[in-house]
């Protein structure tokens, strides 16, 4: 399905906190957010000969090897992936949109104004030199020194350019738009794919116990799994046979 990069952006902004909640989540989420991995998980429980397969390659703990890795490992990596390429995305748009600081006016020798036109001068100094140190200093910028913006501040300032929201910038070219659409769509589908709620598909490796055909799952984006067989037409849901 496709998106546009402010929803893919509002999308990441949103469910960031889900990726927090779910970095302290046991390391099997069981059916987080509901979506078409969960449920295909759940399926894959009830077969009892795949589940005690599993059991007999499972490892003591204190057994040296590679071991698998807890989800919240996974959450955590993809949080950092994400963040490095919506920070290294509005860098780079920074570079050609963000306005380059108003000049700083030359300073003037100190004296003491004699006259009204002095004392115009010397306001209107004041004024240019105030005035190009707020510009310098607009939190709208894209700037960091030391650890660099969460990913929801990077998005909300990508949404803020795709959108062209006043500041210091110039709008978009084609360029940076798609730079910015494919970063976005990227981030979006991964932040979804951890999280199991994202609309997806999936074959089953069980045939159709009715014409043994390839069954097909549909789900996710908050929508019940449903399962149809290409050869008969079949349909299934969570309820049972529908057709």
Known sequence: MSTSPA???????????????????????????????????????????????LRALERDPA??????????????????TVEAALTGCATAVAEHVQRAPIPMPAPRRAAYARTRADRVAWDDHARRVQAA???AADPRRWRWTGAPPSAQYAALWLLARVQGAPGPFRPLQDAQRHHV??????????????????AATAELSRPCPDCGGTITVYGGAGASPLANCRDCGGIWSELGAAA
């Open 181 to 198: 659409a494919a970063v976005a769509a990227e981030a979006r589908r991964r932040v979804e794919a951890i999280l199991d709620t994202g």
């Open 133 to 135: 140190q707020d510009d």
């Open 63 to 80: 057994q040296i090897g590679i071991r698998p890795i807890p989800i919240r490992l996974q959450v955590y990596a993809t949080m950092r």
């Open 7 to 53: 929803a893919d952006l509002r999308t990441i902004i949103t469910t960031w906190p889900d990726l927090n909640d779910a970095l302290g989540a046991p390391a099997v989420i069981a059916g987080f957010g509901r979506g078409l991995s969960a449920y295909m998980a759940a399926l894959d429980e009830t077969d009892i000969e795949a589940a005690a397969d």
